[in-house]
């Protein structure tokens, strides 16, 4: 990938081994021994196992792939498809007769709407306040002069293996009203153990302490150096919070169920999973009764074309944050295997 | 404002409203055990219900019934953990075979493809479940049907025949290329050195994979795997909770779910909450001696 292209006969993978071993600069031989290290080795006969394997290495994973992506592709080519066609299962590999209005008239359903703002709403409101309090216990937990500071700090990570089960927890939200109340979505994942952690292993990694006592002697105060100094440098480690934090919130479930009976604070996940299990049942009611439904134009709602287009809408927010992502995850779960 | 320096007791000061919501969140449900030892009655005051000793722990094998149904959710849990782990060495493979790849852009490719669907949720995974096998117009039906290879739709959704391989067949397409992450970062931290040492003593790309690679993943596997047996029955419920229904039920309620039901939807607190305690008093028990055996074998302890 490195690899400038060159005239040659000879396959480009095999034409780079020989350019790197000869000529490439010692730069780029780095960076390209960091990716593919083992290609280089010089006397490298690659025998008929070898390439016997590569074949079926190949095949492997690029089916493996398209296991993994074409349920997500299959649900999207199907709500951009004509719903009729879609109906009769004919759409497979490519839309047919596209049109976008199932994604309008979706969010014409209130209860979609209202479950879509809900989400929204817990996304936001609650990745703020775990990355906002996570950001300041960890950063809190590194100040040497505090009082019991060692204490305080166990007191936190201890939380990571108490559990008192989820009894004990619903009846707690119970006496303190944390039971149907938008509250519950927020609250219970602010002070994080395991964020507490990270931010505080990625402070005293990569911000050196100098620069908090040269803030100090010019006067800064513990909130000043905490707002003017420090945020500003921890904007990696707290851009992977907030996205790990924010698909945690898109994607939760089980609290709406537990905790919650208005239908007012329903979640989209919920009204997804919602509407599966009502219309596995309208399903069977349709096939017990022989009927079919009937007369299905092209843009007309059927079950099926909800459900498709729920939850394509609950997958795409998780898709378009995905590639930015993928560039903290790793760090991520790198420094959480740091211990704290 | 000149008073620059910070105090310890007016950083402690700072800190402490955190600690008191700490407190509330994670410590105080502890005090809810004490609904195992007493009638629970909703309405009424904690203090108010009567104390009724170890009468909900006997409950537990009060009935030929309810011993039965202790032991069936025990053996969904403690069966689909174990399917689980078995599974664990697949993500290594994965890893390897990744590495292995001569393409760095396929290499890319994969990875990101594969790593996608554990940041979905179990309700969309259901989604694509049901929208690929349901009876009505699951698209595998439909096809096979349409193909002549099966004549009547196969209801893969509502049936228990072989729940908990399902079960880890999901687990393992959502996770597999998330946890495959764990190796690569531990493939890359291997000594290059070594490689070229065991090039010069001629292995090949396979003898140099089990010679090398494989050995240098050990410790990240027994460690994974160490997690994964202090785990084994904290299973979580979303998943079971998504693919449960009249039909499944019986097959796939494990521990979590299964407090979940005789606790919040049928309301019998005091019983779920003696299930609770015995849950996490085990799974600390587990976490401890797992901890041990890591002393033991690596000296080095995992958490």
């Keep these: ?340 | 404002m000149k008073k620059a320096l910070s105090t310890p007791n007016k950083l402690l000061l700072m800190v402490s409203p955190f600690v008191v919501f700490a407190f509330v969140f994670h410590y105080l449900p502890l005090a809810g055990w004490y609904f195992a030892f007493v009638d629970y009655q909703p309405g009424s005051s904690p203090t108010e219900m009567p104390f009724v000793g170890l009468k909900w722990f006997r409950a537990l094998i009060s009935s030929q019934e309810q011993v039965h149904t202790i032991l069936r959710v025990l053996a969904n849990t403690l069966g689909m953990s174990f399917l689980g782990i078995a599974s664990s060495i697949l993500p290594l493979i994965f890893a390897i075979f990744l590495y292995e790849l001569r393409s760095s852009k396929l290499r890319r490719f994969v990875q990101t493809v594969s790593t996608a669907p554990n940041f979905v949720s179990w309700v969309l995974v259901y989604a694509l479940v049901f929208a690929f096998l349901s009876v009505d117009n699951g698209v595998v039906n439909n096809v096979l049907t349409r193909m002549g290879v099966i004549s009547a739709p196969i209801n893969f959704l509502i049936s228990s025949d072989h729940l908990w391989i399902k079960m880890t067949l999901l687990g393992i397409w959502k996770g597999l290329g998330w946890s495959a992450i764990m190796y690569l970062a531990a493939i890359n931290g291997i000594d290059q050195e070594q490689y070229e040492a065991a090039a010069i003593d001629g292995a090949g790309r396979f003898k140099q994979t089990l010679h090398v690679t494989v050995p240098g993943l050990m410790p990240t596997f027994f460690v994974l795997l160490l997690l994964a047996i202090a785990n084994i029955i904290n299973t979580g419920m979303d998943q079971y909770f998504v693919f449960s229904n009249a039909m499944t039920a019986d097959s796939i309620e494990v521990l979590d779910l299964y407090t979940y039901n005789t606790g919040i939807v049928s309301g019998n607190f005091s019983f779920a909450t003696v299930v609770s305690i015995l849950k996490t008093v085990v799974s600390l028990a587990l976490l401890f001696s797992v901890n041990r055996i890591s002393k033991s074998v690596r000296g080095e302890s995992i958490f």
């Design chain 1, 1 to 340: 990938m490195t690899i400038p292209t060159t005239t040659s006969a000879v396959p480009p993978i095999q034409n780079a081994d020989k350019l790197l071993v000869a000529s490439e600069p010692a730069k780029k031989a780095r960076h390209r021994l960091r990716r593919a290290p083992r290609h280089i080795a010089p006397m490298e006969q690659r025998s008929t196992g070898e390439k016997v394997f590569q074949v079926f290495n190949v095949v492997v994973l690029v089916l493996f792939a398209f296991v993994c992506l074409y349920p997500f592709y299959y649900i999207f080519i199907n709500t951009i498809s004509s719903n009729q066609l879609s109906a009769s299962g004919k759409i497979l590999f490519w839309p047919r007769e596209i049109h976008f209005t199932n994604y309008a008239e979706i969010f014409q359903i209130p209860d979609i709407w209202h479950a879509f703002l809900v989400s929204i709403e817990r996304t936001v409101i609650g990745t703020g306040l775990t990355v906002i309090c996570s950001a300041f216990l960890g950063f809190m937990m590194t100040q040497r002069k505090m009082r019991y500071r060692t204490f305080v700090y166990r007191f936190f990570v201890a939380t990571m293996y108490v559990s008192a089960g989820v009894v004990p927890v619903y009846l707690l939200f119970n006496y303190i009203g944390l039971l149907d109340n938008f509250l519950v979505y927020v609250l219970p994942g602010m002070v994080s153990a395991f964020y507490i952690v990270l931010v505080k292993t990625f402070i005293e990694s990569s911000i050196p302490e100098t620069l908090q006592e040269a803030a100090e002697i010019d006067g800064a105060g513990t909130m000043s150096l905490f707002f003017r100094i420090m945020l500003p440098l921890m904007g990696p480690i707290l851009a992977t919070l907030a996205i790990f934090t924010a698909v945690g919130q898109w994607n939760s479930f089980m609290d709406t169920v537990i905790y919650v009976t208005r239908s007012d604070l329903q979640t989209l996940q919920y009204i997804l999973y919602r509407y599966l299990t009502q219309s596995t049942a309208l399903a069977n009611s349709i096939n017990a009764g022989g009927g079919s439904m009937t007369e299905i134009s092209n843009t007309t709602q059927t079950a099926q074309s909800v459900q498709l287009t729920v939850t394509m809408v609950a997958v795409l927010p998780i898709f378009m944050v995905y590639p930015f992502m993928q560039r903290y995850f790793v760090k991520g779960i790198t420094i959480g295997a740091v211990k704290g």
